[in-house]
C-alpha cells in the first residue's frame, strides 16, 4: 500500500499513545499527590515557561512603560527576543529543503498526489470559510463607519506597499515557483515594479515625464522650451500608460524552495538504487536539523518574555490608537477566535472524531512562538516538533505538510485582509455590490497564497485586493498603524491552520492503512489455510458412505 509507514516511525496519530505504553491519564493516577503534580508539572514544563514567558513579558512591559526610554534603551529591551527570530531564521532554509526533499522521496508519487491533493483541498476550503468569515464580520460590526472623518492616528509613516495590478501579481507568483536562481531564491523574491516613463522630443526642446501617483491619476508636466531661452510649464492630468519591470526584493523565496525540494525529492525516488545515498544524506541532515529544534526550544519562552515586553514598551499612545481604530482590532481578533476555537476544531472533529483541544494543546508551545514572532516560517521548526512528539503526527507527513502550509495556508491574512478591504471601503462611504464581495472573497483567498510568511506579510498583499475593487491604497497606512496586533492573531491562526491540516491527513493515513492491513490478513488466512477453500470432511459422513457403497456392492453380487 502506497501510504503504509515505516512501522518504527508511525505512532497512533492525533494524540493517541502506543498501547504499550501507559496513558497519561493512568500515569496521573499512580502514587501520591505530589509526585503526580511533579510528573504533570515536568511532561508539559515547556507549555507551562512558555504561558508564564507571555504573562511576565506583558507585567515586564507595562513596568518598564512608565520610565522614559530612548529608542537605543528599547531596542536593548526586545534584543533577546530578537536572538530567537534569528535562531529561527536560520534553520528554515535546511529545515525546509531537506524535510520536504526526505518526505517526497519516501512517499510512493501516486500517493503523494493524493496526499498533496487532499492537504491543497483543506486549505483551500478553510482559507474561503476564513475569508468569509471576515468579510461578514465586517459587515455586522461596521467598523468603519458612524465616523464623520477618517480616524487621525499620529505616527505614520507613507511607507504604503506600492500598488500593483492583480495581473502583474499573480505572475510574479508563478515566477517566484519557478526560481531562476536557487541560491539567490534563499534570500530575494522576483517582484515585478512600475518604471517612470520619460519621452524626449526628436529636437531635444520637449520633455514630457509621466509619473504614477495614488487613485490611477497621472500628472504629466511638459516642459516646453521656447527660443530665447524662456520656458514655461504647462500641468494636465491624463491617464497612464504603466510599463512594469521586474525586479529582486529581499525575502526569502520560500515558494519556490517548496515546489524545487519536492520535485528533486521525487526525482531522487526515481533513480532506486542510486539516489538511496543522496536520500540519507538528506534525512540525516533533517535529523540533525530538529536536534537543534529541540534545543532553541527551551530558549523560546525567554525570547517571547522579551518580545513581548518590547512590543509593548514599543507603543506610544495606545489610548488614541484603539479608540480610533478599536472596532477594527476587534472585528480582526473576533473573527480569528471564531475560525480558530470553532471553525477549524468543527472540522478536524467531524473528519477524525477525536478531541481537537487536546490535539491544540499539544501545540501551544508553537502558538505561543507564533504570537511572539509574528512569523509562520520561523514558527515552522516548533510546529514540526510539536506535532510528531506530542500530537503523534508521522515524520512523513509532518515533514511533508507543514513547509507546504507554511506557504501557501494564510486563513489569518485572508481574513484579516476581508476586513480591512470592507473597513476601507466604509472609511470612504463606498457600498459594495455583490460582485465586489465575491472579488474580495476570491482575491484575498488567491493573494493569501503567495502572502509572504514574515511579519506585515499580509499587509503586502492587501494592496492587490484594493486595486481589483477599485479602493484607494492610501488608507493601507491606517492597517499599519495596527498591524503590529492583528499580524499577531492572523500568524497563530494561520499555524494552528497548517497543524490541523498535518493531524487530518495523519488520520487518512492511519485508515487507509487499516483497511490495506485488513485485506492483508484476508489474503493471507486464505493463502496459509487450503482447506478453508476445500470441501467440508467429516468423518461421521465418509463412514455413511463407506457403509452405503459396501452394502451396494453386497447387493450387486447377489443378483449375479
Not at 88 to 115: E, F, H, N, T, Y
Not at 246 to 267: C, K, P, S, W, Y
Not at 298 to 327: H, Q, R, T
Not at 426 to 455: C, E, K, R, Y
Amino acid at each position: 500500500m502506497a501510504y503504509t509507514m515505516d512501522t518504527k516511525e508511525r505512532k497512533l496519530s492525533n494524540g493517541e499513545t502506543h498501547l504499550d505504553q501507559p496513558s497519561a491519564k493512568e500515569a496521573s493516577t499512580r502514587g501520591p499527590l505530589s509526585q503526580r503534580v511533579k510528573r504533570i508539572v515536568m511532561a508539559n514544563l515547556l507549555v507551562i515557561l512558555t504561558v508564564a514567558g507571555v504573562i511576565v513579558g506583558v507585567f515586564i512591559g507595562l513596568g518598564v512603560r512608565n520610565a522614559t526610554l530612548t529608542r537605543t534603551q528599547v531596542i536593548y529591551v526586545g534584543f533577546p527576543g530578537e536572538l530567537l527570530i534569528r535562531l529561527l531564521k536560520m534553520i528554515i532554509i535546511p529545515l525546509v529543503v531537506c524535510s520536504l526533499v526526505s518526505g517526497s522521496a519516501s512517499i510512493d508519487p501516486k500517493a503523494l498526489g493524493k496526499l498533496g491533493g487532499w492537504a491543497m483541498l483543506f486549505f483551500l476550503v478553510t482559507t474561503l470559510i476564513a475569508s468569509s468569515i471576515g468579510v461578514v464580520m465586517a459587515f455586522i460590526l461596521s467598523p468603519g463607519s458612524g465616523s464623520v472623518s477618517k480616524p487621525r492616528v499620529q505616527g505614520l509613516g507613507d511607507d504604503v506597499p506600492v500598488a500593483k495590478e492583480v495581473i502583474d501579481s499573480f505572475l510574479d507568483l508563478v515566477r517566484n515557483i519557478f526560481p531562476s536562481n536557487l541560491v539567490s531564491a534563499a534570500f530575494q523574491s522576483y517582484a515585478t515594479n512600475y518604471k517612470l516613463v520619460s519621452r524626449n522630443g526628436t529636437d531635444g526642446n520637449l520633455t514630457v515625464t509621466v509619473e504614477k501617483v495614488s487613485e490611477r491619476i497621472n500628472v504629466v508636466v511638459v516642459h516646453a522650451h521656447i527660443a530665447g531661452g524662456t520656458s514655461c510649464v504647462l500641468t494636465e492630468v491624463l491617464a497612464c500608460l504603466q510599463v512594469p519591470f521586474g525586479t529582486d526584493q529581499d525575502g526569502m523565496n520560500i515558494l519556490g524552495l517548496v515546489v524545487f525540494a519536492i520535485v528533486f525529492g521525487v526525482a531522487l525516488r526515481k533513480l532506486g538504487e542510486e539516489g538511496e545515498l543522496l536520500i540519507k544524506f538528506f534525512n540525516s541532515f533533517n535529523e540533525a536539523t530538529m536536534v537543534l529544534v529541540s534545543w532553541i526550544m527551551w530558549y523560546a519562552p525567554v525570547g517571547i518574555m522579551f518580545l513581548v515586553a518590547g512590543k509593548i514598551v514599543e507603543m506610544e499612545d495606545v489610548g488614541n490608537l484603539f479608540a480610533s481604530l478599536g472596532k477594527y482590532i476587534a472585528c480582526c481578533v473576533i473573527g480569528h477566535a471564531i475560525h480558530g476555537l470553532l471553525v477549524l476544531p468543527g472540522i478536524y472533529f467531524i473528519i477524525t472524531r477525536k478531541n481537537p483541544y487536546t490535539f491544540l494543546w499539544g501545540i501551544f508551545t508553537a502558538l505561543a512562538t507564533a504570537f511572539g514572532t509574528s512569523s509562520s516560517s520561523a514558527t515552522l521548526p516548533l510546529m514540526m516538533k510539536c506535532v510528531e512528539e506530542n500530537n503523534g503526527v508521522s515524520k512523513h507527513i509532518s515533514r511533508f505538510i507543514l513547509p507546504i502550509g507554511a506557504t501557501v495556508n494564510m486563513d489569518g491574512a485572508a481574513l484579516f485582509q476581508c476586513v480591512a478591504a470592507v473597513f476601507i471601503a466604509q472609511l470612504n462611504n463606498v457600498s459594495l455590490n455583490f460582485i465586489q464581495v465575491i472579488t474580495i472573497l476570491v482575491t484575498a483567498t488567491a493573494s493569501s497564497v503567495g502572502a509572504a510568511g514574515i511579519p506585515a506579510g499580509g499587509v503586502l498583499t492587501l494592496a492587490i485586493i484594493l486595486e481589483a475593487v477599485g479602493l484607494p491604497t492610501n488608507d493601507i497606512s491606517l492597517i499599519l498603524a495596527v498591524d503590529w496586533l492583528v499580524d499577531r492573531t492572523c500568524t497563530v491562526l494561520n499555524v494552528e491552520g497548517d497543524a490541523f491540516g498535518a493531524g487530518l491527513l495523519q488520520n487518512f493515513v492511519d485508515r487507509a492503512s487499516k483497511r490495506e492491513e485488513a485485506v492483508e490478513l484476508s489474503e493471507v488466512r486464505l493463502e496459509g489455510n487450503p482447506a478453508a477453500a476445500a470441501p467440508e470432511h467429516s468423518p461421521l459422513i465418509e463412514k455413511r458412505y463407506k457403509d452405503g457403497a459396501g452394502s451396494d456392492q453386497t447387493s450387486a453380487a447377489g443378483d449375479a
